[in-house]
T-cell receptor, first 110, second 114 residues
Framework: GENVEQHPSTLSVQEGDSAVIKCTYSDSASNYFPWYKQELGKRPQLIIDIRSNVGEKKDQRIAVTLNKTAKHFSLHITETQPEDSAVYFCAASSNYQLIWGAGTKLIIKP | DTGVSQDPRHKITKRGQNVTFRCDPISEHNRLYWYRQTLGQGPEFLTYFQNEAQLEKSRLLSDRFSAERPKGSFSTLEIQRTEQGDSAMYLC????????????FGQGTRLTVV
């Protein structure tokens, strides 16, 4: 079955700098890769997603890249702001099921 | 709020008791998922429904767990003979169709078994 690994588990960056979170997956049949943001005590919410027929997608300060050959995908946040502080989860989907990474706690230092 | 709703938000129960949680998905969504999340971890898949049919159940799921979605709308998750290890956040999510569309999550039910 699918296995998703996410690194780092904690990431601390200076406000205004960029943050990069990386995930690898094992099932080459996976075709959908969403990223969710979860603030403390709140539900996970989708921030960006990418499908296997696309190599990169960008939405304002957030971008995701996908390397199907290497089976890894990354989240890039530029010009980080205090409200970016949260736990970020990657996931990979094959057919009906999302398999989640363990999460990255992003800390934005003022 | 027309999103996914879950009830109750918090549940404290004694070990050995049964508990039942409810999830009301977004009305036009035919797929409904249950996840369990412990502190510092990502959501762990438990089971999912397409309409009223339960199509998959995690191999990790104990026989003490059962879920239903009798009319293809709301769903219930029951845990029988609760154990302390069942303490977690139970999240429900719904989507319009397969695993390649956005999953909308409810606020979750936090279960504490004492």
């Amino acid at each position: 079955g699918e296995n998703v690994e996410q690194h780092p588990s904690t990431l601390s960056v200076q406000e205004g700098d960029s943050a990069v979170i990386k995930c690898t997956y094992s099932d080459s049949a996976s075709n959908y890769f969403p990223w969710y943001k979860q603030e403390l005590g709140k539900r996970p919410q989708l921030i960006i997603d990418i499908r296997s027929n696309v190599g990169e997608k960008k939405d304002q300060r957030i971008a995701v890249t996908l390397n199907k050959t290497a089976k890894h995908f990354s989240l890039h946040i530029t010009e980080t702001q205090p409200e970016d502080s949260a736990v970020y989860f990657c996931a990979a989907s094959s057919n009906y099921q999302l398999i989640w990474g363990a999460g990255t706690k992003l800390i934005i230092k003022p | 709020d027309t999103g996914v709703s879950q009830d109750p938000r918090h549940k404290i129960t004694k070990r050995g008791q049964n508990v039942t949680f409810r999830c009301d998905p977004i009305s036009e969504h035919n797929r409904l998922y249950w996840y369990r999340q412990t502190l510092g971890q990502g959501p762990e898949f438990l089971t999912y429904f397409q309409n009223e049919a339960q199509l998959e159940k995690s191999r990790l799921l104990s026989d003490r767990f059962s879920a239903e979605r009798p009319k293809g709308s709301f769903s219930t998750l029951e845990i029988q003979r609760t154990e302390q290890g069942d303490s977690a956040m139970y999240l429900c999510a719904s989507t319009t169709q397969g695993g390649d569309t956005e999953a909308f999550f409810g606020q979750g039910t936090r279960l504490t078994v004492v």
